[in-house]
């Protein structure tokens, strides 16, 4: 049978990932296989995973490249898919904040640097203020120490980012975790076989 296709974040999360996929009973020992392959199968041929950017993870998921994924809240918020969001997986917990340098006078319109440009834009609006948005990729803490920015909209995970370039966190916007996200299309042509995956996962985030 044809496997079914995970497309799989690299980076922080997968490594709380291996585990997860364990207690749901699902072999993804493949992903801890220290080379450079993005497409790996599982051992008993069942599962396939495309190894993506985090970011990236929606695209092939929506295009139907993938039948499942595992997602941030965060890229979901940020653009708007078409996917069915069928169980929210309490790992890669963080969360969207405003910080700024220690002790700074934020302007009531401030210049805000992020990569999250429409999270950054609701929050604001939904205070009724239209800051001044600077795109920027990664690094964001730099933006306010040197004059870019007033403030930042960022993820906090440890904290360890904020604290050791001197910034605080002065708004939380919202938590954070990973979402495993369908192909709508898809689930619906291989329902037998993704629907027992789904409530595997389901179960092993509620035991
Ligand atoms: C993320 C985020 C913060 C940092 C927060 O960046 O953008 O910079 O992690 O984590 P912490 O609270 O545990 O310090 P990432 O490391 O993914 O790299 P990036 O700056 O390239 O986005």
């Known amino acids: ?49 495309l190894l993506l950017k985090p970011d990236d993870v929606p ?19 940020e653009r708007a898919y078409d996917l069915y969001q069928p169980v929210e997986l309490g790992i ?13 006078d934020i302007p009531a319109v401030p210049r805000v640097a992020t990569k999250y440009r429409r999270i950054a834009a609701e929050f604001y609006a939904s205070k009724g203020v239209q800051p001044e948005i600077i795109y920027v ?5 730099i ?13 906090v995970e440890t904290g360890a980012t904020l604290r050791e370039n001197n ?3 002065r708004e939380t916007i919202c938590e954070i975790s990973s979402v495993l ?3 709508r299309a898809l689930f619906k042509l291989r329902h037998k076989e993704i629907s027992p995956i789904l409530r595997r996962f389901q179960d092993a985030v509620e035991g």
């Open 92 to 104: 890669g917990k963080c969360r969207m904040v405003v910080a700024a340098p220690d002790g700074a």
């Open 143 to 155: 933006a306010p120490l040197v004059g870019l920015s007033d403030v930042i909209v960022d993820l």
């Open 1 to 49: 049978m044809k496997p079914i296709t995970i497309a799989v974040p690299k980076g922080r999360v997968s490594k709380v990932l291996v585990p997860l996929f364990e207690k749901a009973g699902l072999d993804g020992s493949v992903l801890l296989t220290d080379d450079r392959t993005l497409i790996r199968e599982s051992a008993d041929g069942r599962l396939r995973f």
């Open 167 to 169: 910034l605080v966190e």
């Open 137 to 141: 990729q990664g690094s964001v803490e």
């Open 59 to 77: 695209t092939y998921v929506e295009s139907g490249v993938a039948e499942l994924g595992i997602s941030g809240r965060d890229t979901l918020m």
């Open 181 to 183: 996200v369908a192909n």
